[in-house]
T-cell receptor
Framework: AQSVTQLDSHVSVSEGTPVLLRCNYS??????LFWYVQHPNKGLQLLLK??????LVKGINGFEAEFKKSETSFHLTKPSAHMSDAAEYFC????????????FGTGTKLQVIP | NAGVTQTPKFQVLKTGQSMTLQCAQD?????MSWYRQDPGMGLRLIHY???????DQGEVPNGYNVSRSTTEDFPLRLLSAAPSQTSVYFC?????????????FGEGSWLTVV
């Protein structure tokens, strides 16, 4: 079964500086991986997903993530943080067994300092 | 296209009362699920369903009932509300078939039990 570890519970960046949110995965086969974003008092929204196609995945709002098999990582990056990026981010493995029984961790809370 | 719709958005209950959180999706998704989100604990799966007439327990099912009489609807029932059930509840849905299917979330239901 797939699982992920988000290495930071909180990340703080200044507006205009790069964002790096780290996610490592553990899987015995090629996984599907997702990043979701949750803004305050909102539901979760899909940012991007990797499904064994291109290893560099571009998402919404200028975010991208690179699947690195050698490092078992799927880190989320953005070149320049905006105030509106302040939110909680979840790295999530795809479901296995033909249907999704996806588990979500505690996420990484991104703070953007003006 | 409405996506996943949850009602009510906010609810205050007294201990011992019962209530139903409604969830409907218009994407013909086979898979639907309910999560609760508590500070510092991420999203935890309560119940899920892979189709009409089929439901199963998740990680934290106690105190909750579900049913799936149609593909579109997946209500969550609190049988006798307790303060420990104060939380934010999210309904989610997705297609089945592969692990790369996106999960779509509702906007959340904030429940307070006093």
């Amino acid at each position: 079964a797939q699982s992920v570890t988000q290495l930071d519970s909180h990340v703080s960046v200044s507006e205009g500086t790069p964002v790096l949110l780290r996610c490592n995965y553990s899987s015995s086969y090629s996984p599907s991986l997702f990043w979701y974003v949750q803004h305050p008092n909102k539901g979760l929204q899909l940012l991007l997903k990797y499904t064994s196609a291109a290893t560099l995945v571009k998402g919404i709002n200028g975010f991208e993530a690179e699947f690195k098999k050698s490092e078992t990582s799927f880190h989320l990056t953005k070149p320049s943080a905006h105030m509106s990026d302040a939110a909680e981010y979840f790295c999530v493995p795809g479901g296995s067994g033909g249907y999704q029984k996806v588990t979500f961790g505690t996420g990484t809370k991104l703070q953007v300092i003006p | 296209n409405a996506g996943v719709t949850q009602t009510p958005k906010f609810q205050v209950l007294k201990t011992g009362q019962s209530m139903t959180l409604q969830c409907a999706q218009d994407m013909n998704h086979e898979y639907m699920s309910w999560y609760r989100q508590d500070p510092g604990m991420g999203l935890r799966l309560i119940h899920y369903s892979v189709g009409a007439g089929i439901t199963d327990q998740g990680e934290v099912p106690n105190g909750y009932n579900v049913s799936r009489s149609t593909t579109e609807d997946f209500p969550l029932r609190l049988l006798s509300a307790a303060p420990s059930q104060t939380s934010v509840y999210f309904c989610a849905s997705s297609l089945l078939g592969t692990s790369g299917n996106t999960i779509y979330f509702g906007e959340g239901s904030w429940l307070t039990v006093v």
